[in-house]
């Protein structure tokens, strides 16, 4: 299982807010679709930012820490690394920049879990649920 990160960063100024909203009421909106038609979804939107230049590093790890600390109270449920990751994939997007959206698994334990890649490599929010402990595998990058 996923460990589910609730609490906001220590720092978060300078952060994209308002793209870090409007792109975690997009991802809550795919969520609420069909389950058969949510990773189609979430593929489709994450492929549909490739045109715009790559993004470094710090812009998708503030991009991500900026939808951490953007969950809103008012959703009934947990909000998933799925959601997380679609949401700063189209944060970054709306900030003007392009990110990877990356799903991965791993054996032992197994599990599943999604994350955002920068062009040059550097993950954002790969770390969480153990990442560090039990690396994840990539198995589908959005290019």
Do not use: N
Not at 23 to 45: G, Q, Y
Not at 79 to 90: G, M, P, Q, S
């Amino acid at each position: 299982m996923t460990r589910m990160t609730t609490a906001p960063p220590a720092s978060t100024k300078g952060l994209p807010r308002p793209a870090a909203a409007l792109a975690l009421c997009i991802a809550l909106t795919v969520r609420a679709l069909p389950t058969r038609h949510r990773m189609r979804a979430r593929i489709t939107l994450a492929r549909a930012t490739r045109f715009l230049p790559p993004s470094p590093g710090d812009r998708v790890v503030r991009a991500y820490a900026a939808v951490t600390a953007r969950q809103p109270s008012w959703w009934p449920g947990q909000i998933d690394c799925k959601e997380r990751a679609l949401a700063t994939v189209l944060a970054t997007a709306l900030t003007g920049r392009s990110c990877h959206l990356v799903l991965g698994a791993r054996t032992l334990p197994a599990a599943f879990h999604a994350w955002a890649v920068a062009a040059d490599g550097t993950p954002a929010g790969a770390d969480e649920a153990g990442g560090t402990d039990h690396p994840w595998t990539p198995v589908h990058t959005t290019r």
